[in-house]
């Protein structure tokens, strides 16, 4: 089964630091756009950043502009996501997923539309709390 591994959550203070890590179990990342997603407790999945492993591509949801940045290292195989000055409010699990499509266009407005990506991983728990 196809599926991505996610690794680097855990507990913080507000303020803090984290980098999470995507890995793809078993295949490359090609030419795919990969998101990362979060889910809060009682919330709907959110879509934190996207980027586009083709061109480079990134995009952020508001609430984390200035605070994280997605990066992919095609060698690795591995997409990140760096998430400095943590708020409570980043409180959830983690999860990357890929796009559907490849285009950067559709990728571009599909960023951030979950039901868009069909392969995903299992999550990694940020906790953001004093």
């Known amino acids: 089964q196809l599926q991505f591994v996610e690794s680097g959550g855990g507990l913080v203070q507000p303020g803090g630091s984290l980098n999470l890590s995507c890995v793809p179990s078993g295949f490359s990342l090609g030419w795919h756009a990969i998101g990362w997603f979060r889910r809060a407790p009682g919330k709907e999945r959110e879509g934190v950043a996207v980027v586009h492993t083709r061109d480079g591509s990134t995009y952020y949801a508001n609430s984390v502009k200035g605070r994280f940045t997605i990066s992919r290292d095609n060698a690795k195989n591995t997409v990140y996501l760096e998430m400095n000055n943590l708020e409570p409010e980043d409180t959830g699990v983690y999860s990357c997923?890929?796009?559907?499509?490849?285009?950067?266009?559709?990728?571009?407005?599909?960023?951030?539309?979950?039901?868009?990506?069909?392969?995903w991983g299992r999550g990694t728990q940020v906790t953001v709390s004093s």
């Open positions: 997923a890929s796009n559907r499509h490849t285009a950067p266009a559709a990728v571009r407005d599909t960023a951030f539309r979950p039901r868009e990506y069909d392969t």
